[in-house]
């Protein structure tokens, strides 16, 4: 599947959550904020080739319903390890396995998304 197939699929998929609208996320998801979604997309925006050009604003409100849900979901699966959900985001969002970039193209969309994220954060 290539990559503008993958965008088309998210892009369904995203629209079919919005209009069936998002149940409340539990409580314990709440580690995620607002901040790191918006930088996750904005990482996944910057290392993915040129896509959602026919509207810009409604990409990004779609992916970023998918990315909150899927950086919570990692989060956990990585022990609360920042950089390892972002890389598991980055990964699943190429290939639909969170742990399927060990080598190649996707590994280098996964490094280029933490890497990207990690300029954005705010320096400590």
Do not use: H
Request: with cysteine; net charge positive.
């Amino acid at each position: 599947m290539n990559l503008k197939s993958i965008a088309q699929t998210n892009l369904l998929f995203g629209s079919l959550i919005i209009s069936l609208g998002l149940p409340a996320l539990p409580a314990a998801a709440a580690s995620v904020t607002d901040a790191q979604v918006s930088a996750l997309v904005e990482a996944l925006r910057q290392a993915a080739p040129p896509q959602f050009e026919a509207d810009a604003t409604k990409a990004k409100s779609i992916v970023t319903c998918i990315v909150g849900d899927l950086l919570r979901d990692e989060y956990k699966a990585s022990g609360n390890n920042e950089t390892a959900a972002i890389r598991r985001a980055a990964c699943w969002w190429m290939t639909g396995e969170s742990a399927a970039c060990k080598t190649g193209a996707t590994a280098t969309f996964a490094d280029k998304v933490v890497s990207v994220y990690q300029q954005q954060q705010p320096k400590k």
